[in-house]
């Protein structure tokens, strides 16, 4: 591994379906974020953690959750999929939490929620 | 509420020199990021700047006027390789960033 791991890095999920996404770094980063991005928006942050056990909601949390019980992985669940989810997600690391340091971004997952 | 406008689209010719704007509107301000994404990919880091002036990174540039809430980008000798979509994200009072919707840049030979 070298950086960001994301998976999958594609889905079709029917909708109510609970969806885990992964993401695993090997950079001993403190900060992990996720973001989604959809089309004619700037990306938008759904939740982050500044150091392993505590996480924080972002600007779009709703039907979101995650968890970071280790340095390396910040997993993103949606418990129960809706369209509106459909989105590519993703994941991030930063050596600087608060906003100040150079963000290392994974390939992304495209979702579609049907 | 906070507000990150860059241009949707830009047009420029292969050798030629673009100039990317963004200006913002933000709570507090602790810094301006410029981001590159090509299509399909994940954004990479380009630039930060904090302070007032031009920090010149090889053929990119990033300028930064915090009194006007204004930035630019601009590349320099561009290449085909440089058509992407640039994305500016300011770090607000609470360190949160709010990014753009991004700038998609053709390049035509």
Same mark, same amino acid.
């Given at each position: 591994?070298? *950086?960001?791991?994301?998976?999958?890095?594609?889905?079709?999920?029917?909708?109510?379906?609970?969806?885990? #996404?992964?993401?695993? =770094?090997?950079?001993? !980063?403190?900060?992990?974020?996720?973001?989604? =991005? $959809?089309?004619?928006?700037?990306?938008?942050?759904? !939740?982050?953690?500044?150091?392993? *056990?505590?996480?924080? %909601?972002?600007?779009?949390?709703?039907?979101?959750?995650?968890?970071? +019980?280790?340095? $390396?992985?910040?997993?993103?669940?949606?418990?129960? +999929?809706?369209?509106?989810?459909?989105?590519?997600?993703?994941? +991030?690391? @930063?050596?600087?939490? *608060?906003?100040? *340091?150079?963000?290392i971004f994974g390939e992304g997952s495209r979702l579609t929620v049907l | 509420g906070q507000n990150i406008d860059q241009p949707t689209e830009m047009t420029a010719t292969e050798g030629a020199i673009v100039q990317?704007?963004?200006?913002?509107?933000?709570?507090?301000?602790?810094?301006?990021?410029?981001?590159? =994404? !090509?299509?399909?990919? +994940?954004?990479?880091? #380009? @630039?930060?700047?904090?302070?007032?002036?031009?920090?010149?990174?090889?053929?990119?540039?990033?300028?930064?006027?915090?009194?006007?809430?204004? @930035?630019?980008? #601009?590349?320099?000798?561009?290449?085909? %390789?440089?058509?992407?979509?640039?994305?500016?994200?300011?770090?607000?009072?609470?360190?949160?960033?709010?990014?753009?919707?991004?700038?998609?840049?053709?390049?035509?030979?």
């Amino acid at each position: 591994i070298a *950086g960001i791991t994301q998976a999958p890095t594609s889905q079709i999920l029917a909708a109510g379906r609970r969806m885990t #996404l992964r993401c695993t =770094q090997d950079m001993r !980063h403190n900060a992990m974020y996720w973001y989604r =991005q $959809d089309l004619g928006l700037g990306l938008r942050l759904i !939740h982050y953690s500044n150091t392993a *056990g505590t996480t924080g %909601k972002g600007e779009v949390p709703d039907g979101y959750s995650v968890s970071r +019980a280790n340095t $390396d992985d910040f997993p993103l669940t949606l418990a129960s +999929a809706v369209p509106s989810q459909t989105s590519v997600y993703f994941c +991030a690391s @930063s050596d600087s939490a *608060g906003g100040t *340091g150079e963000l290392i971004f994974g390939e992304g997952s495209r979702l579609t929620v049907l | 509420g906070q507000n990150i406008d860059q241009p949707t689209e830009m047009t420029a010719t292969e050798g030629a020199i673009v100039q990317i704007n963004c200006t913002y509107q933000t709570s507090g301000f602790n810094g301006l990021f410029w981001y590159q =994404q !090509h299509a399909g990919e +994940a954004p990479t880091f #380009l @630039s930060y700047n904090v302070l007032d002036g031009l920090e010149e990174k090889g053929r990119f540039s990033s300028f930064l006027s915090r009194s006007k809430g204004y @930035s630019y980008l #601009l590349l320099k000798e561009l290449q085909m %390789k440089d058509s992407a979509s640039y994305l500016c994200a300011v770090s607000d009072s609470n360190y949160q960033l709010i990014w753009g919707a991004g700038t998609k840049l053709i390049i035509k030979p």
